[in-house]
């Protein structure tokens, strides 16, 4: 059995959905030592009179903000370290999806207010191709089940992308989930871990689009350790594909049905899997 926790991260131009999957076993090691990590923090902080962090939340490490604020560069690139230590000795399989928000409303251009939701729900189910996809080459005998992130977001659009998929006969896949369902980080060290590759997708992606194919030190470090990790991103155009398909094939289908799984490979491209 094995679980994969998935969480998004975002700015005004990029949407990405990632997170990791792993053994039960394993994400008990992880979360373990994890919360171990974040609790050796809490006791640095307590001593320097400085604020305690609740969690892991990787923009605001990043960028020092929220609970981060009174760090400095070289403390967060140890706690970076540290966690990117955790997650290399371990070794989930990791996989991200990103979009860019300006191309889901060129695409669905009367959707512009859902764009953000859009965005999550589509890469979502692209989340769930590489994870079948995962499951048939190293685990065609086990089963997965989906937790992710608890939000305005998520309550809908994960939701609808597990419940598509799974209703789409045509992917062979669709067998090997079971569940999906919303938990906080609060309850779930694992949405944490998950954060970090949403982040760190986010970012490649985004400044790929920017011209820059600069890693971040942290995904290097977990590149470095031989990490099995997939980042893909739509092609620009690849909404505008989607929606024309739709649009054909709904006009085709008294019961408006769509092959989900031509669908989805149709327009998703990958900057690489690393």
Same mark, same amino acid.
């Given at each position: 059995?094995?679980?994969?926790?998935?969480?998004?991260?975002?700015?005004?131009?990029?949407?990405?959905?990632?997170?990791?999957?792993?053994?039960?076993?394993?994400?008990?090691?992880?979360?373990?030592?994890?919360?171990?990590?974040?609790?050796?923090?809490?006791?640095?902080?307590?001593?320097?009179?400085?604020?305690?962090i609740s969690r892991f939340h990787a923009s605001d490490c990043a960028t020092f903000g929220g609970d981060f604020r009174e760090w400095n560069q070289?403390?967060?690139?140890?706690?970076?370290?540290?966690?990117?230590?955790?997650?290399?000795?371990?070794k989930p399989v990791g996989v991200a999806v990103a979009a860019g928000l300006g191309d889901f409303v060129?695409?669905?251009?009367?959707?512009?207010?859902?764009?953000?939701?859009?965005?999550?729900?589509?890469?979502?189910?692209?989340?769930?191709?590489?994870?079948?996809?995962?499951? $048939?080459?190293?685990?065609?005998?086990?089963?997965? *089940? &989906?937790?992710?992130?608890?939000?305005? #977001? +998520?309550?809908?659009?994960? %939701?609808?992308?597990?419940?598509?998929?799974?209703?789409?006969?045509?992917?062979?896949?669709?067998?090997?989930?079971?569940?999906?369902?919303?938990?906080?980080?609060?309850?779930?060290?694992?949405?944490?871990?998950?954060?970090?590759?949403?982040?760190?997708?986010?970012?490649?992606?985004?400044?790929?689009?920017?011209? $820059?194919?600069?890693?971040?030190?942290?995904?290097? *470090? &977990?590149?470095?350790?031989?990490?099995? #990790? +997939?980042?893909?991103?739509? %092609?620009?155009?690849?909404?505008?594909?989607?929606?024309?398909?739709?649009?054909?094939?709904?006009?085709?289908?008294?019961?408006?049905?769509?092959?989900?799984?031509?669908?989805?490979?149709?327009?998703?491209?990958?900057?690489?899997?690393?």
């Open positions: 059995m094995l679980t994969a926790y998935i969480d998004e991260s975002y700015n005004k131009r990029t949407f990405c959905v990632g997170g990791w999957l792993c053994s039960e076993e394993g994400w008990k090691e992880i979360e373990r030592r994890w919360s171990q990590r974040i609790n050796h923090e809490r006791r640095i902080s307590t001593k320097k009179h400085q604020r305690l070289p403390r967060q690139i140890s706690f970076m370290k540290k966690l990117t230590q955790i997650i290399g000795e371990n060129s695409g669905y251009p009367n959707q512009e207010e859902q764009r953000h939701r859009g965005c999550y729900f589509f890469c979502m189910m692209a989340v769930l191709l590489l994870i079948g996809d995962v499951m $048939s080459t190293r685990f065609p005998n086990e089963q997965v *089940s &989906i937790i992710y992130d608890r939000g305005k #977001l +998520s309550e809908w659009a994960a %939701q609808k992308a597990f419940t598509s998929m799974k209703n789409d006969a045509g992917w062979r896949g669709r067998n090997y989930f079971l569940t999906a369902a919303p938990m906080g980080w609060e309850y779930c060290v694992p949405l944490q871990v998950a954060d970090l590759l949403a982040y760190e997708g986010y970012k490649l992606i985004d400044r790929h689009n920017l011209g $820059s194919d600069e890693l971040r030190r942290s995904l290097q *470090s &977990i590149l470095g350790q031989k990490v099995p #990790l +997939s980042v893909h991103s739509y %092609q620009t155009d690849g909404f505008r594909k989607l929606a024309q398909m739709q649009t054909i094939m709904n006009a085709a289908s008294e019961n408006l049905t769509i092959d989900l799984k031509k669908i989805m490979d149709s327009v998703k491209a990958g900057w690489g899997s690393r």
